[in-house]
Protein backbone atom coordinates (compact mmCIF):
# COMPACT_ATOMS: atom_id res chain seq x y z
CA UNK A 1 0.00 0.00 0.00
CA UNK A 2 1.05 3.37 -1.13
CA UNK A 3 -0.02 6.09 0.49
CA UNK A 4 -0.36 9.90 -1.28
CA UNK A 5 -0.96 13.16 -0.27
CA UNK A 6 -1.51 15.95 -2.30
CA UNK A 7 -3.49 19.32 -1.45
CA UNK A 8 -0.78 21.20 -0.60
CA UNK A 9 0.22 24.66 -1.95
CA UNK A 10 0.93 28.39 -0.44
CA UNK A 11 -1.77 30.11 0.75
CA UNK A 12 -2.15 33.88 3.14
CA UNK A 13 -2.35 33.66 6.50
CA UNK A 14 -6.29 33.27 7.59
CA UNK A 15 -6.78 31.31 4.27
CA UNK A 16 -7.84 27.34 3.42
CA UNK A 17 -6.69 24.01 2.25
CA UNK A 18 -7.79 20.82 2.05
CA UNK A 19 -5.49 17.81 1.63
CA UNK A 20 -6.03 14.51 0.56
CA UNK A 21 -5.06 11.04 1.13
CA UNK A 22 -5.42 8.19 -0.55
CA UNK A 23 -4.21 4.65 0.36
CA UNK A 24 -3.52 3.25 -2.74
CA UNK A 25 -3.64 -0.62 -3.16
CA UNK A 26 -5.34 -1.35 -0.44
CA UNK A 27 -8.36 -3.10 0.35
CA UNK A 28 -11.25 -1.72 1.21
CA UNK A 29 -11.77 -3.64 4.21
CA UNK A 30 -8.57 -3.34 5.55
CA UNK A 31 -8.52 0.33 4.65
CA UNK A 32 -11.98 0.74 6.53
CA UNK A 33 -10.70 -0.91 9.79
CA UNK A 34 -7.92 1.44 9.82
CA UNK A 35 -7.35 3.96 11.86
CA UNK A 36 -5.68 6.69 10.83
CA UNK A 37 -3.93 10.46 11.14
CA UNK A 38 -2.31 13.27 9.63
CA UNK A 39 1.45 14.54 11.01
CA UNK A 40 2.73 17.40 10.25
CA UNK A 41 6.71 18.00 9.99
CA UNK A 42 7.35 22.09 10.43
CA UNK A 43 11.24 22.98 8.91
CA UNK A 44 13.77 21.37 11.03
CA UNK A 45 11.61 20.13 13.47
CA UNK A 46 9.96 16.49 14.40
CA UNK A 47 7.07 15.13 12.78
CA UNK A 48 4.06 16.08 15.31
CA UNK A 49 0.51 14.19 15.17
CA UNK A 50 -2.17 16.77 14.66
CA UNK A 51 -4.98 14.44 14.05
CA UNK A 52 -6.66 11.36 14.22
CA UNK A 53 -9.58 9.32 13.17
CA UNK A 54 -10.29 5.47 14.08
CA UNK A 55 -12.32 2.91 11.93
CA UNK A 56 -15.60 4.07 13.66
CA UNK A 57 -14.87 7.76 12.94
CA UNK A 58 -14.04 8.95 15.92
CA UNK A 59 -11.31 12.06 16.00
CA UNK A 60 -8.86 13.56 17.95
CA UNK A 61 -6.84 17.17 17.46
CA UNK A 62 -3.47 18.45 18.43
CA UNK A 63 -4.77 21.63 20.68
CA UNK A 64 -2.95 24.25 18.61
CA UNK A 65 -5.21 23.04 15.30
CA UNK A 66 -8.31 22.72 17.17
CA UNK A 67 -11.68 24.58 16.04
CA UNK A 68 -9.49 24.87 13.12
CA UNK A 69 -8.66 21.83 11.42
CA UNK A 70 -11.33 18.96 10.84
CA UNK A 71 -10.05 15.12 9.74
CA UNK A 72 -12.40 13.03 7.65
CA UNK A 73 -12.60 10.16 5.81
CA UNK A 74 -14.11 8.18 2.63
CA UNK A 75 -13.43 4.64 3.28
CA UNK A 76 -15.19 3.50 -0.32
CA UNK A 77 -12.30 5.81 -2.06
CA UNK A 78 -9.82 5.03 0.69
CA UNK A 79 -9.34 8.36 1.47
CA UNK A 80 -8.64 10.62 4.03
CA UNK A 81 -9.14 14.13 4.31
CA UNK A 82 -7.37 17.05 6.60
CA UNK A 83 -10.05 20.17 5.88
CA UNK A 84 -7.52 23.26 7.75
CA UNK A 85 -9.36 26.97 8.19
CA UNK A 86 -7.49 30.04 9.46
CA UNK A 87 -4.19 28.67 8.55
CA UNK A 88 -1.21 30.41 10.48
CA UNK A 89 2.31 31.00 9.50
CA UNK A 90 3.28 27.91 11.82
CA UNK A 91 1.18 25.67 10.18
CA UNK A 92 4.07 25.94 7.57
CA UNK A 93 5.42 22.16 6.59
CA UNK A 94 4.84 19.19 5.53
CA UNK A 95 2.03 16.73 5.56
CA UNK A 96 1.40 13.09 6.07
CA UNK A 97 -0.91 10.51 6.56
CA UNK A 98 0.01 7.63 8.46
CA UNK A 99 -1.99 4.03 9.49
CA UNK A 100 -1.66 4.36 13.22
CA UNK A 101 -0.54 0.72 13.74
CA UNK A 102 2.56 1.21 11.53
CA UNK A 103 1.31 -1.15 8.70
CA UNK A 104 1.71 0.98 5.71
CA UNK A 105 5.21 3.17 4.77
CA UNK A 106 5.31 6.67 5.20
CA UNK A 107 3.92 8.70 1.94
CA UNK A 108 5.66 11.36 0.48
CA UNK A 109 3.80 14.30 2.25
CA UNK A 110 2.50 17.26 0.52
CA UNK A 111 3.93 20.85 1.09
CA UNK A 112 1.76 23.94 2.91
CA UNK A 113 2.94 27.51 3.28
CA UNK A 114 1.24 29.80 5.02
CA UNK A 115 2.84 33.39 4.74
CA UNK A 116 2.15 36.40 6.80
Known amino acids: VRLVESGGGLVQAGGSLRLSCLAS???????????MAWYHQAPGKQRELVATITSGGSTTYKDSVKGRFTISRLNSKRMVYLQMNSLKPEDTGVYYC????????WGQGTQVTVSE
Open 25 to 35: GSILSDFGGSD
Open 98 to 105: YRQDNRWS
